[in-house]
């Protein structure tokens, strides 16, 4: 009766283990996977921002023969030519701070699907010490005249190895908490400047660049077109098409959506990490999770289609 | 302090807008076109210059750009008033062009 009251509260204390273990691995390992996609799209936004400038300076010198190449305008600043619109040292930082991200992020995803032992602390020990002893018990019962004693050995004995494996994946669900809910005023920093980058910089030069384009080529034919040859229009009709789907394209392209994606999706992990964690709170941060990844399939496909454009 | 880039950018896209707007004639499309290029041109350097908190000629900039583009969102006012418009945002090119030369640096 004893023995049996023993092994009923072992099996209680399991359950309760079992219960109260995380799994963070197949969430994480979803938002590592979206935020890389999202640094390499908006990372290539950045680093072809001078290039992009350059392009534009010279469509419109094209268009215009009346317009001179120059180094320096007559206002005294330098033309995107070879002048840097966007310092280097200003775009390095902006790439080293979305690297820091997706640092950070495959961190977690590393941390969450970690298998490394970790050493017990005394009291695990002594738990797994006490289900050790009981199975050497048993043990020991086996061949006397208990003759059920044995059919625990077995099952006592994974219980051992399995009691240590759940405390191993709360060790490692409390360093993803503390990682998570440290790392948050940080990456909420990055993220908010990263956005406030995009919003107020990128997006606008972006946009009326590719309406600048738009307009000039339409100009350009309005003006030109009495005296262009059949072959001409056509051509001159193809680019207004391509310059069109292209303004059309980065209207709807939203980099600064992919920022604050991931800035919703971390809040998610955080508000997770800091819930008690039953399957309704679990359910709402794997729905974030892909919701993130929608979001990001969607502005990838959009960039796919401006650069199939250009 | 920062000149009111956001303002400036509708601006700039409503001078493309009426670039190809079948109501304007055309020669006055093509100065909307020109125009429309030399504030983008401004916006480039706007966007990453500072200048010292107070600056009054950053404030005078920022109402300018603030009336130009409450005058153009008025459609029907605009279109009547082609020549108007223009004359305002060529007069809008210029302060932002002496604006830039007071900038204290561009970051």
């Given at each position: 009766m004893k023995?049996?009251?023993?092994i009923?509260c072992?099996c209680?204390?399991?359950?309760?283990?079992?219960?109260?273990?995380v799994n963070?691995d197949k969430?994480?390992g979803a938002?590592?996977k979206?935020v890389?996609?999202?640094v390499?799209?908006i990372?290539?936004?950045?680093?072809d921002l001078?290039?992009?400038?350059r392009s534009l300076?010279?469509?419109?010198?094209f268009l215009?023969?009346?317009?001179?190449v120059?180094?320096t305008d007559?206002?005294?600043?330098?033309?995107?030519?070879?002048?840097?619109?966007?310092?280097a040292?200003?775009?390095?930082a902006?790439?080293?701070s979305?690297?820091l991200?997706s640092?950070?992020?495959?961190?977690?995803?590393?941390?969450?699907?970690?298998t490394?032992?970790v050493?017990f602390?005394?009291r695990?020990?002594?738990?797994g010490?006490n289900?050790?002893?009981l199975?050497?018990?048993?043990g020991?019962?086996?061949?006397?005249?208990?003759?059920?004693?044995?059919?625990?050995?077995?099952?006592?004995?994974?219980?051992?190895?399995?009691?240590?494996?759940i405390y191993?994946?709360?060790?490692?669900d409390?360093?993803?908490?503390?990682?998570i809910?440290e790392?948050?005023?940080?990456?909420?920093?990055?993220?908010?400047?990263?956005?406030?980058d995009?919003?107020?910089v990128?997006?606008?030069?972006?946009?009326?660049?590719?309406?600048?384009l738009l307009a000039?080529?339409v100009?350009?034919?309005n003006?030109?077109?009495?005296k262009?040859?059949?072959?001409?229009?056509r051509?001159?009709?193809d680019?207004?098409k391509?310059?069109a789907?292209?303004y059309?394209?980065?209207?709807?392209?939203n980099?600064?959506?992919?920022?604050?994606g991931?800035?919703?999706a971390?809040?998610?992990?955080v508000?997770?990490?800091?819930?008690?964690?039953n399957?309704?709170?679990?359910?709402?941060m794997?729905?974030?999770?892909?919701?993130?990844t929608?979001?990001?399939?969607?502005?990838?496909?959009?960039v796919?289609?401006l650069?199939?454009?250009r | 302090?920062?000149c009111d880039?956001?303002?400036?950018t509708?601006i700039?896209?409503?001078?493309?807008?009426?670039?190809m707007?079948g109501?304007?004639?055309?020669?006055q499309?093509?100065?909307f076109l020109?125009?429309?290029?030399?504030?983008?041109?401004?916006?480039l350097n706007?966007?990453?210059?500072?200048?010292?908190?107070?600056?009054?000629?950053?404030?005078?900039?920022?109402?300018?750009?603030t009336?130009?583009?409450?005058?153009l969102?008025?459609?029907?006012?605009?279109?009547?008033?082609?020549?108007?418009?223009?004359?305002?945002i060529?007069?809008?090119?210029?302060t932002?062009?002496?604006?830039?030369?007071?900038?204290k640096?561009?970051v």
């Amino acid at each position: 009766m004893k023995r049996l009251r023993l092994i009923l509260c072992l099996c209680i204390i399991f359950l309760l283990l079992a219960c109260a273990s995380v799994n963070y691995d197949k969430p994480i390992g979803a938002f590592q996977k979206s935020v890389d996609e999202s640094v390499g799209v908006i990372g290539k936004y950045y680093q072809d921002l001078n290039t992009y400038e350059r392009s534009l300076y010279l469509e419109s010198a094209f268009l215009d023969p009346q317009k001179e190449v120059l180094l320096t305008d007559s206002q005294g600043q330098p033309t995107p030519l070879v002048g840097n619109v966007f310092s280097a040292k200003g775009i390095k930082a902006r790439l080293d701070s979305l690297s820091l991200v997706s640092m950070y992020s495959k961190r977690l995803a590393d941390l969450a699907g970690s298998t490394v032992p970790v050493q017990f602390p005394a009291r695990a020990k002594v738990m797994g010490d006490n289900l050790s002893n009981l199975a050497t018990t048993f043990g020991s019962l086996a061949g006397s005249h208990d003759t059920t004693a044995s059919s625990y050995i077995g099952p006592i004995s994974s219980l051992v190895g399995l009691v240590g494996q759940i405390y191993l994946e709360r060790q490692r669900d409390a360093a993803l908490t503390k990682a998570i809910t440290e790392g948050d005023p940080l990456i909420r920093r990055i993220l908010d400047l990263l956005e406030a980058d995009l919003v107020n910089v990128v997006d606008p030069l972006r946009k009326t660049g590719e309406k600048e384009l738009l307009a000039e080529m339409v100009g350009y034919y309005n003006n030109k077109r009495l005296k262009m040859s059949y072959a001409e229009r056509r051509q001159a009709i193809d680019a207004i098409k391509a310059d069109a789907e292209s303004y059309s394209a980065a209207v709807i392209f939203n980099p600064s959506g992919l920022v604050s994606g991931m800035a919703e999706a971390h809040q998610a992990l955080v508000k997770y990490a800091k819930s008690d964690k039953n399957p309704n709170d679990f359910a709402e941060m794997v729905s974030a999770m892909e919701l993130f990844t929608t979001r990001v399939d969607t502005v990838a496909g959009a960039v796919r289609k401006l650069q199939s454009i250009r | 302090m920062k000149c009111d880039t956001a303002t400036l950018t509708q601006i700039i896209d409503k001078c493309f807008d009426l670039s190809m707007d079948g109501r304007v004639k055309p020669e006055q499309r093509s100065e909307f076109l020109a125009l429309g290029k030399r504030l983008r041109g401004s916006l480039l350097n706007l966007l990453s210059a500072q200048f010292d908190d107070g600056t009054k000629a950053v404030e005078d900039a920022n109402t300018k750009l603030t009336k130009i583009n409450s005058d153009l969102a008025n459609e029907a006012n605009t279109l009547n008033n082609l020549a108007f418009t223009i004359a305002n945002i060529t007069t809008l090119v210029g302060t932002l062009d002496k604006l830039i030369g007071l900038a204290k640096s561009f970051v």
